[in-house]
Antibody, heavy 122, light 104 residues
Framework: EVQLLESGGGLVQPGGSLRLSCAASGFTISSYVMSWVRQAPGKGLEWVSAIGSSGGSTYYADSVKDRFSISRDNSKNTLYLEINSLRVEDTAVYYC???????????????WGQGTLVTVSS | EIVLTQSPGTLSLSPGEGATLSCRASQSVSSTFLAWYQQKPGQAPRLIIYGASSRATGIPDRFSGSGSGTDFTLTIGRLEPEDFAVYYCQQRFTFGPGTKVDIK
């Protein structure tokens, strides 16, 4: 059974940093272009970042480029998102998401984690 | 950069009625990358339609997707109580703003 379990969220001051984790089971993350998607309170979905299935190519939304860093540990089957220089507008639930088909960046996320809440406030 | 526009913003309907939700892209997109999601309060999104017209696993056949190029549609045949939610379209890594289907 495919499962995604995020952790690492919390309350952080503006300018601070956090590392989010997404532990996957039931499939191998290195075979998929895995993504992070966030949702600010009461707002819609915003794709944040993705990491390629081979070679570890990384992709970022303009709103987080140069502040966020996506990575994965294949030995732990875990996806990470390092978030730095946090701003109030980064407050959101952060989801990791698996695409339906491996190897290509299609979107079409068929499995999502339950999300982890990041709150940026002084 | 592709922008997705969804209409209407809110759709107020009664159980048993049909729903038609629209997703328009700012430029032509591949149907392969067009997906629809359902999201209920406090829950993660759920994939409903992928590849513009294929139902995801476990999705009832009252949900159907269609369209190509810049115009895509999600149709819900007869609304069940559990269908009242927010629906998002997605093209690869871009999401639309969502359509809320609420009870009239």
């Amino acid at each position: 059974e495919v499962q995604l379990l995020e952790s690492g969220g919390g309350l952080v001051q503006p300018g601070g940093s956090l590392r989010l984790s997404c532990a996957a089971s039931g499939f191998t993350i290195s075979s998929y272009v895995m993504s992070w998607v966030r949702q600010a309170p009461g707002k819609g979905l915003e794709w944040v970042s993705a990491i390629g299935s081979s070679g570890g190519s990384t992709y970022y939304a303009d709103s987080v480029k140069d502040r966020f860093s996506i990575s994965r540990d294949n030995s732990k089957n875990t996806l990470y998102l390092e978030i730095n220089s946090l701003r109030v507008e980064d407050t959101a639930v952060y989801y990791c998401a698996k695409p339906r088909v491996g190897g290509t960046a299609t979107g079409n996320f068929d499995y999502w984690g339950q999300g982890t809440l990041v709150t940026v406030s002084s | 950069e592709i922008v997705l526009t969804q209409s209407p913003g809110t759709l107020s309907l009664s159980p048993g009625e049909g729903a038609t939700l629209s997703c328009r892209a700012s430029q032509s997109v591949s149907s392969t990358f067009l997906a629809w999601y359902q999201q209920k309060p406090g829950q993660a999104p759920r994939l409903i339609i992928y590849g513009a017209s294929s139902r995801a696993t476990g999705i009832p056949d009252r949900f159907s997707g269609s369209g190509s190029g810049t115009d895509f549609t999600l149709t819900i045949g007869r609304l069940e109580p559990e269908d009242f939610a927010v629906y998002y379209c997605q093209q690869r890594f871009t999401f639309g703003p969502g359509t809320k289907v609420d009870i009239k």
